[in-house]
Structure formats: C-alpha cells, structure tokens
C-alpha cells in the first residue's frame, strides 16, 4: 500500500513539469519626446483626467520606446495614432511600423497630425504600451 501511494505521489510532479509553458505578453515602454509642455487635464470627454504632452501645430511628434524581452533584431512595432472626433470617441488617425534595433529599442516620429486630442501606443505580438496622451496646439 505504501509502495502505490509513494509511485503515485512521484508521478504527480511529473505530470505537473509536462505541462507546457504559457508565454507571458512582453512589456512594451513608449515615450514621447520633444513636448514643450505636460499638463493633466480632461480630454475628449474622459471621466478621469491624464497627463498631456503638449506639441505645438506643424512639429513632429518623436517617440522611442523598448521591448522587454527583447524580440531578434528588426522585428515590427505597430504604432497608433487615434484622434478625438466629436468631443466623444477615439478614431484611428494613422498607423505606421518601425523596426526594433538590437535590445529591442525603436524610435521615430509622426508628422504633426493638426490641433487636436490624440494618443498614442505601441503594440507588439499580444503586448501593447500604455497610452500617451497627446494635445497639439
């Protein structure tokens, strides 16, 4: 009696290290770069307030950001630009990909999209940056 409960208390374990691993999402870091400003405010009729990185009309919006763990070199980062419409919703303004360098950094830049409320994030694979709130003035 001994001997079954100790073959099946050793086969537990195993049982447990055979079961597959599941991927956790990787963490994706954006930032912006180039505000002249960063002021908390309500935006486009959110019920909390956020910080804004203020831009000013006709400059670029720089970004850069790095994926953790690192993807192989030149793997492709989505990047969104979705702008307030009707005081309301949130509508995709832009799409663009950049290629990761090695460590998983990449950077770039949009071109100015107009006054307006925007954000921004990042997504790789199943993992996506938080937003970046954007006003360009």
Sequence with gaps: MKLRRLAVLGLVPASVAAAPATAAAPVIKLNLKGAYATKVMRG???KS???YAFFRAGKRIRFSGRISPAPRRGAKVKI???KCVGGR???TLRQ?????GSG?????????PGRG???????YGTGNS???QVKVT
């Excluded at 663009?96 to 990761?100: D, E, F, S």
């Excluded at 998983?104 to 100015?112: D, N």
């Design 80 to 82: 969104k630009l979705k």
């Design 49 to 51: 307030t956020h910080h």
């Design 44 to 46: 486009c009729a959110e």
């Design 89 to 91: 919703n949130f509508n």
């Design 96 to 100: 663009l990909n950049v290629r990761a």
């Design 117 to 123: 409320v925007y954000w921004m994030r990042a997504y």
């Design 130 to 132: 938080s937003k970046q």
């Design 104 to 112: 998983g950094r990449f950077s770039g830049a949009v071109a100015s």
